[in-house]
Structures are given as C-alpha cells and as structure tokens.
C-alpha cells in the first residue's frame, strides 16, 4: 500500500510558499508516494469558511514539481466541465514534462460543493447528466491528446480540429476518476487507471460495483489502481498510529492501493516525521 498527502488547507502561519515548499518536502522525505491539491477555487465547507485562502491546482501542480523530485503530482479531483479539455490536457502534460514524468490526471463530473464557487465565479457547472457527457468528452480528448492521434475531434459538447500536443508528456498520464456512483465506475472501466473511493460502509459494495463495469467492458479488474480518501492523522505524539495502521489494514483487505489523506497540522512537519517512520514503512507490504 502506498501513502499520499492530500493538501486541502492552506491557512497556515507564515508565507504560503516557503510552508508549501517545506511541506512538500518533508512528504519526500518521509517517503508519501504522491500529493493530491484539490481543484477548489474557494475552500469548501467541510475545511473551512469560503473565505479562506485556496490556490488554483494547476500552478501550484507546477509549482510542486519544481519543489520535489520523485514524488507524483495529481489533483483529487478536477471537475471536467471547469477546463475545455484541451487546455487540461496541456496543463496535465505541461507539469509531466517539467516534473519528469510525474502527473496524473484526477478528473470527476463535480459534485454539488463545486455549485456555489461555480456560480460566484462564473464557471460552467451543468446540470449532472451534462456534466458525464462532458467528462467522457474529456477522457477521450485527452487520450488522443496523449496519443500519435492528430485526427480531429467531434463529440457532442467538443470540437476540435487538430488534436495536436507538442511535447508529448513523459509519460500518458494515469488516469485517476473520482466518484462512486454506477455511471462513474462505468467510466472508470472504460478509461480509467485508478479510482478514488470514499471510505465509507458501502465500500466493499462500491469494489464488487467496479468489479461488475469491468467484467462488462471486458477489462481485468485487476489493471486498476483503487485509491481512497482517508485522513492520515497520526495524533500527536503518534498516540493514533496503532488505530491508523488497524484502518488501513483493513483498507488492503479489501483491495485498496493507495490511501490519499489529509494530515492535519501537515505544516508543523513533526506529522508527517511521525508517518514516515512509523506508518508509510509498515504499510508498504501491504
């Protein structure tokens, strides 16, 4: 099992830049195998207040790359119809190039927390069944982005006339689709690398779901990376690792990859320190 940091508060004492720097690194250093931003442009209520500060992901994507040197770079997730799905695929393989080959794409319909951010600064934000035509749109745009493919695109919502992209990533970005829904985990079946759960008591049922869309399609369930959002929060003193390492134990059980998560008080370090020695280690036979 492999650990990520998923960054979703950026109101910390000091600049903004030195602590995400310093965050950033010390996630190296400790051994976490990706960090996730979120792809808000306000804070969303379940961190805190709108008001509150939030960067948009793809600079700070960029600015993460230039940060780190091994660890892997993704947002948890971007709402498909906020970006037209050439400029993502070009933002995605601009941080791959200058990363070395470290992005992925984490791409979802949007769910009713984008509504609010969506209307006060005027994105498009659709009505649901639009925004799944959109994000398969999206998926198939940036395929054939990252592709030899330069024939043009024409879908219901997209046209494109040339889908040329020069560079080319280091690497096809893995796809990570976020959501839990049966028409996502039908996306992810078709085009997906991964998904992105939430931890939940239907989680096993959400696994036996995707499981199903697989044998559909025709694709081994097996190819796909699943990944969860979990808080990683270690307590202070690391009173809560035993717990965390029970939990995510548990996760592995049932199938699960990778565990993306929010460490609070990330920008003390001293979290993250404790993970590193005592949990990212244990957990990576799993």
């Given at each position: 099992?492999?650990?990520?940091?998923?960054?979703?508060?950026?109101?910390?004492?000091?600049?903004?830049?030195?602590?995400?720097?310093?965050?950033?690194?010390a996630?190296e250093?400790?051994?976490?195998a990706?960090?996730?931003?979120?792809d808000?442009?306000?804070?969303?209520?379940v961190?805190?207040q709108?008001?509150?500060?939030?960067?948009?992901?793809?600079?700070t994507?960029?600015?993460?790359?230039?940060?780190?040197?091994?660890?892997?770079?993704?947002t948890?997730?971007t709402?498909?119809v906020?970006?037209?799905?050439?400029?993502?695929?070009k933002a995605?393989?601009?941080?791959?190039?200058?990363s070395?080959?470290?992005?992925?794409?984490?791409?979802?319909?949007?769910s009713?927390i984008?509504?609010?951010?969506a209307?006060?600064?005027g994105?498009?934000?659709?009505?649901l069944?639009?925004?799944?035509?959109?994000?398969?749109?999206?998926?198939e745009?940036?395929?054939r982005?990252?592709?030899?493919?330069?024939?043009?695109?024409n879908g219901?919502?997209?046209?494109?006339?040339?889908?040329?992209n020069?560079?080319?990533?280091?690497?096809?970005?893995?796809?990570?689709?976020?959501?839990?829904?049966?028409?996502?985990?039908?996306?992810?079946?078709?085009?997906?690398?991964?998904?992105?759960?939430f931890?939940?008591?239907?989680?096993?049922?959400k696994?036996?779901?995707?499981?199903?869309?697989c044998?559909?399609?025709?694709?081994?369930?097996?190819?796909?990376?699943?990944?969860?959002?979990?808080?990683?929060?270690?307590?202070?003193d690391?009173?809560n690792?035993?717990?965390?390492?029970?939990?995510?134990?548990?996760?592995?059980?049932?199938?699960?990859?990778?565990?993306h998560g929010?460490?609070?008080?990330?920008?003390?370090?001293?979290?993250?320190?404790?993970?590193?020695?005592h949990?990212?280690?244990?957990?990576?036979g799993?």
């Amino acid at each position: 099992m492999r650990l990520g940091l998923a960054v979703a508060d950026y109101t910390w004492p000091g600049g903004m830049g030195d602590t995400l720097r310093e965050v950033a690194a010390a996630a190296e250093d400790a051994g976490f195998a990706a960090i996730a931003v979120m792809d808000h442009l306000w804070q969303i209520p379940v961190v805190g207040q709108p008001e509150q500060e939030m960067l948009e992901a793809y600079a700070t994507l960029g600015f993460l790359a230039a940060c780190t040197s091994r660890i892997e770079l993704l947002t948890l997730v971007t709402a498909a119809v906020y970006r037209a799905p050439a400029l993502l695929a070009k933002a995605l393989t601009t941080v791959d190039v200058l990363s070395g080959g470290r992005a992925w794409l984490g791409v979802g319909v949007g769910s009713p927390i984008n509504a609010a951010e969506a209307a006060g600064l005027g994105l498009p934000f659709p009505e649901l069944g639009e925004r799944f035509e959109r994000l398969q749109e999206t998926l198939e745009i940036c395929r054939r982005m990252w592709s030899d493919d330069e024939e043009p695109y024409n879908g219901k919502h997209y046209t494109l006339g040339r889908t040329l992209n020069s560079p080319q990533p280091v690497r096809r970005p893995p796809i990570l689709i976020g959501g839990s829904g049966e028409r996502t985990l039908r996306l992810v079946a078709k085009y997906g690398d991964a998904c992105n759960l939430f931890v939940g008591p239907d989680l096993e049922r959400k696994l036996d779901t995707l499981r199903r869309q697989c044998d559909k399609v025709g694709r081994d369930y097996d190819e796909i990376t699943k990944t969860v959002l979990y808080p990683l929060d270690p307590g202070a003193d690391g009173r809560n690792i035993r717990r965390l390492l029970a939990d995510l134990t548990w996760l592995a059980g049932l199938g699960i990859d990778t565990v993306h998560g929010p460490v609070p008080a990330a920008h003390e370090i001293t979290p993250l320190e404790l993970l590193g020695r005592h949990v990212i280690p244990a957990v990576a036979g799993l």
